[in-house]
């Protein structure tokens, strides 16, 4: 009995102290909407929100004195945030100077700066984004829009952090749409970004080529883009063309061997490379084609007609389409054109005789007859469904399988309503020997 009532007495009294503790706990919350005015031409002019970044609240009793962490948070999908602080005791009475700082870093993707260099510390800047000329002394504090934009205060209106915030809306577009095709066909591993690059001494060779170029690399997963003395490689297509270099790294099963074919012939542009070589940087740029065209309603180029490729290839060979970046462009654009069979593949100088300085397919003739066509519409989803197993338990696609027939077989295993005989008609597309027109391979 005596136990019993000394428990009770014991809980009350930690009832008692919590009280006073709460008590003594004053409550704070900072918010506002971060937003970017975009630079792009690309992109015109749209006010996009800053989703996902990191918010650091900072506070100090000093205008230029120390700041120290108060608490951190998240933007939302509207570019909002809203963090909670508290106090306690004392120091609820007295006002503070506030900070706030936003850090382009979460767990998809982090944006790292131009000094960025091989410690895993200070890759990531967070930047002053607000600070109180006086003492804050209310509980709420919303500090409304804060706009990424020319002349904008603190950090803001900075040229290379302003870029990044616009990098960072970009790369969330395409997250969300990739994403939207289902788990599997998010990233899987964290992007990093370094912007700007430029690690020569020289920008330019000699003979005035540009000795550095922006690219992706699959080892540590990071996005490298040039700006130098004469280039600024910051073009949606180029930021697109990279990010999708890493998607392929991170679905496709083990190596690219992309790293020892570059150390063996210190490029991966050779005259005739390797299938699996060539795949890489056609695949990237037929990606970032799709994904200009559907989330940022760009036109995509069309796929090469025959006469390049020819001239290109050198050879009449089919195989040497599948050894060019150029040759599995044009398949997968051409798999993914609607009205193909409104296109000629033939070049300038070809049956058609027009004698124009484009290596684009165009418009054929359409006044001379109408045709019934039949054709399975292959999607950007399609085309990289390609890339996951194939059935449960299985594997992602291995570099062995990165050739021409390979690849369709996986793609006619993907998509149900697809043949490998109607498949097989792309190959007739980019084969510099063949003289089929889409109309004649789909339509009667
Ligand atoms: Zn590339």
Same mark, same amino acid.
Request: net charge positive; hydrophobic share 30%; aromatic share 16%.
């Given at each position: 009995m005596k136990n019993h009532i000394l428990k009770i007495l014991f809980l009350f009294f930690l009832y008692s102290l919590s009280f006073i503790v709460m008590a003594g706990e004053c409550k704070y919350q900072v918010s506002g909407t971060i937003q970017v005015k975009t630079i792009l031409k690309e992109l015109k002019k749209q006010t996009l929100p800053i989703i996902g970044a990191k918010v650091k609240i900072f506070k100090s009793q000093l205008h230029k004195g120390i700041y120290v962490p108060w608490g951190e948070g998240k933007t939302k999908s509207d570019g909002s945030f809203s963090i909670p602080l508290t106090l306690k005791g004392k120091k609820c009475e007295t006002g503070r100077f506030i900070k706030v700082k936003l850090k382009f870093q979460n767990d998809l993707l982090e944006l790292r700066h131009k $000094?960025? &260099?091989? #410690?895993?510390? !200070?890759?990531v800047k967070a930047n002053t984004i607000y600070r109180s000329s006086e003492k804050v002394t209310t509980s709420e504090l919303d500090l409304g829009k804060m706009i990424f934009k020319k002349n904008a205060n603190y950090s803001l209106g900075v040229g290379d952090f302003r870029k990044h915030a616009e990098l960072w809306t970009i790369y969330s577009k395409v997250f969300d749409y990739l994403k939207s095709f289902g788990e @599997? !066909?998010?990233?899987q591993k964290r992007v990093a970004v370094k912007y700007p690059h430029n690690s020569l001494i #020289?920008?330019?060779? =000699?003979?005035? +080529? /540009?000795?550095e170029r922006s690219y992706a690399n699959e080892l540590n997963q990071t996005i490298y883009i040039i700006k130098n003395s004469r280039t600024d490689d910051f073009t949606l297509r180029t930021l697109v063309h990279e990010l999708m270099h890493i998607w392929a790294y991170q679905h496709i +099963?083990? =190596?690219?061997?992309l790293v020892g074919y570059w150390l063996q012939n210190?490029?991966? $542009?050779? =005259? !005739?490379?390797p299938a699996h070589i060539a795949f890489h940087e056609g695949f990237a740029e037929f990606a970032a084609q799709r994904i200009l065209q559907e989330v940022f309603e760009k036109k995509a180029s069309k796929p090469y007609n025959r006469s390049f490729l020819t001239t290109l290839l050198?050879?009449? +060979?089919?195989k040497f389409s599948e050894g060019k970046d150029s040759g599995w462009t044009s398949l997968l654009l051409s798999m993914t054109l @609607? %009205?193909?069979?409104?296109?000629?593949?033939f070049g300038p100088?070809?049956?058609? &005789? @027009?004698?124009?300085?484009?290596k684009k397919i165009i418009k054929r003739d359409l006044s001379q007859s109408e045709y019934l066509c039949e054709r399975t519409f292959i999607t950007l989803k399609d085309i990289l469904s390609t890339?996951? =197993?194939?059935?449960?338990?299985g594997e992602n696609v291995k /570099?062995?399988?990165? %050739?021409f027939g390979d690849f369709l077989n996986r793609l006619v295993k993907r998509v149900p309503e697809l043949t490998s005989k109607e498949a097989r008609k792309y190959i007739e597309l980019v084969n510099p020997r063949s003289y089929k027109e889409p109309f004649e391979l789909f339509c009667n």
């Open positions: $000094h960025a &260099g091989f #410690s895993p510390f !200070f890759k @599997e !066909f998010g990233f #020289s920008d330019y060779g =000699p003979d005035g +080529k /540009r000795l +099963k083990g =190596p690219s061997g210190l490029t991966t $542009h050779t =005259p !005739f490379a050198a050879g009449k +060979k089919l @609607e %009205n193909i069979q409104n296109y000629t593949y100088g070809d049956v058609y &005789g @027009e004698d124009l300085d484009k890339f996951l =197993p194939l059935s449960q338990g /570099r062995a399988k990165l %050739n």
